[in-house]
């Protein structure tokens, strides 16, 4: 198969799918009917409630969302060959991710900006939210540990068997944390002239991009920063407790609007080299490998492992926070929840169809280069891309190459951003009764509970104590367990719109699918670990897995049970 007839014709599909069926979802749910301003506008606090021109929130909820879920996920399913990920891709994005993204934005838009466990809590019981909260907590924790370490260890410096600097090795790292400590500061300059000083967004951003080009020369000839690994897991938990809490438009807004640029130029980049080198793909990527594949670390099964592992390039629970958690509350208008959500969800699935040409190149050049050979999900696609544009324009490879990891290193610091503020949001509404809020908490333990910097804090110092002491070991669960969350997630919003009299069944066969699937990938992950445990000397993350994978099973069960009970006795709810 070409690869440039692959992109053309998904492609092809994504726009059609987001013309034909986002425009029918819109008319369903009467998006922008609605003449009440948005809740950026009405509980708009300077702090998370605060509204952005729709390119800028874009920009937030497409660098949150996409993390490094549509890179990773394609390359870990690849093993089942390019067909099945493809078609996942294209009927996961638009009639599963995009519905689940668009619905919880729209949900929380139409409800105070709250989040999908307080949707659940109006619309189904207090105990269904607070289940809710404790799976989504659990799964935010994951994110914070796996995505700091991943941050850490692509600024860490490499040492040798002697424990000396080697400073050939760790050139890479230290240029990319320097530009990434640039691109900071830029930011926080970027919104206090857009925010406070009210320059106009095509300058600031015409700035803005100039500037990012300024930090990458100067961070590819000046980096002097080298610290291990362990030193930048300290520093980073200490950027994101700090991040997580500062009013959005310092830091957040401006950063991430800034980091969609770079997302943009990663996508043009690709495309780009796509377009030019239009690579076919050999028998090392086989359009179809089986249905049972043993991928060195066991046979794995396309059911349920090829819906679990692609993610974020077609459905993930993680999503539904983003949509309902921080980009719900800056909303300008109603009419921005499609592009943003429901566009934001397909721009992702091409990010995934072009990590797909990365793969089939990457499979090529590790055949004909085994002593260089492309290893890891960093160097399979931003060397697959940069190799293959560099057969075409000699010399380009190093430029490209770093200008890719540095944007999924910033993919990543995004995401992590927005996760480490999800789960504050979570872990403080887990202790209020419905319609409270923080502030209504005057005193005794529970204001202590719902204080967002010991929130914080306490996401903060979990998250980087499990990054430094092996997230990997229950990692696996992850896949699973966020799947999971995006099959509550379309629940919740089912409930809801059934609660309304609005047409819901958009929502069922895709729940129901996703719920299926990810108790079924839970149900094997267990046994798995079970058998480990049985044959002795297994350490503690067998059993980690196995009782927190019991746990998870027990809660959607029992959040599933209340949600169809509400499904089929609507209750009276107001849009």
Not at 206 to 221: E, F, P, Q, S
Request: glycine share 10%; with cysteine; charged share 10%.
């Amino acid at each position: 198969m070409n690869s440039l007839v692959l992109l053309i014709i998904c492609v092809a599909i994504l726009a059609a799918g987001y013309i034909c069926y986002g425009g029918w979802l819109c008319k369903q749910w009467g998006v922008g009917e609605s003449k009440t301003e948005t809740p950026a506008h009405t509980m708009e606090d300077g702090v998370d409630y605060v509204p952005a021109k729709a390119p800028v929130l874009m920009g937030h909820h497409f660098s949150s969302i996409a993390g490094a879920g549509p890179i990773t996920g394609p390359i870990g399913a690849a093993m089942f060959g390019w067909l099945p990920v493809t078609l996942w891709i294209l009927v996961g994005g638009i009639f599963f991710g995009g519905v689940h993204d668009f619905g919880a934005l729209f949900a929380s838009v139409r409800n105070k900006g709250q989040s999908i466990g307080e949707i659940i809590s109006a619309n189904m019981s207090k105990r269904a939210k607070q289940l809710f909260i404790i799976f989504s907590y659990l799964t935010l924790i994951l994110v914070v540990a796996a995505f700091a370490s991943i941050v850490a260890s692509t600024f860490g410096a490499v040492y040798d068997e002697s424990g000396a600097l080697d400073m050939a090795k760790s050139a890479t790292p230290a240029t990319v944390a320097m530009i990434s400590l640039l691109f900071i500061l830029i930011a926080i300059v970027f919104g206090f002239c857009v925010y406070r000083r009210n320059m106009p967004m095509g300058i600031a951003s015409v700035v803005g991009v100039l500037a990012i080009i300024l930090i990458m020369a100067v961070g590819m000839n000046f980096h002097p920063i080298y610290l291990s690994t362990k030193t930048w897991m300290w520093i980073v938990g200490i950027y994101i407790a700090v991040a997580s809490v500062t009013p959005v438009w310092i830091l957040l807004q401006p950063r991430d609007y800034l980091s969609s640029f770079l997302l943009y130029a990663m996508l043009a980049v690709a495309a780009f080299g796509v377009i030019v080198a239009h690579p076919t793909f050999d028998s090392s990527f086989p359009a179809f490998a089986g249905f049972a594949v043993d991928n060195g670390n066991g046979m794995q099964y396309l059911f349920p492992v090829l819906f679990t592992t692609v993610a974020c390039g077609a459905i993930s629970g993680f999503h539904s926070l983003v949509s309902s958690g921080t980009t719900s509350k800056q909303l300008d208008k109603e009419k921005d929840a499609r592009p943003i959500a429901y566009g934001g969800m397909l721009l992702e699935c091409v990010l995934a169809v072009l990590t797909l040409c990365a793969i089939g190149y990457a499979y090529k050049w590790n055949a004909a280069n085994p002593d260089s050979a492309l290893v890891g999900a960093t160097a399979i696609f931003g060397g697959g891309i940069a190799h293959m544009i560099d057969d075409i324009i000699p010399g380009s490879y190093t430029i490209l190459n770093s200008l890719l990891v540095l944007t999924y290193s910033a993919f990543c610091l995004t995401s992590l951003d927005t996760a480490t503020r999800l789960a504050r949001f979570m872990f403080q509404e887990f202790w209020l009764e419905p319609g409270e809020t923080a502030a209504d908490v005057k005193e005794g333990w529970k204001k202590v509970m719902v204080n967002p910097y010991f929130a914080t804090i306490l996401t903060v110092v979990l998250g980087i104590l499990l990054g430094m002491n092996g997230y990997g070991k229950i990692w696996g669960l992850f896949g699973a367990a966020n799947q999971l969350l995006a099959g509550i997630g379309l629940l919740a919003v089912a409930t809801w719109l059934g609660n309304l009299g609005k047409n819901n069944k958009m929502f069922l066969l895709p729940m129901g699918f996703m719920i299926v699937v990810t108790i079924c990938s839970l149900a094997l992950t267990v046994k798995n670990q079970v058998g480990m445990i049985m044959a002795g000397g297994a350490d503690w993350g067998p059993w980690a897995q196995t009782i927190l994978g019991v746990l998870l099973i027990v809660l959607a069960i029992v959040l599933v049970i209340e949600g169809v009970q509400t499904l089929k006795n609507p209750k009276k709810a107001t849009a």
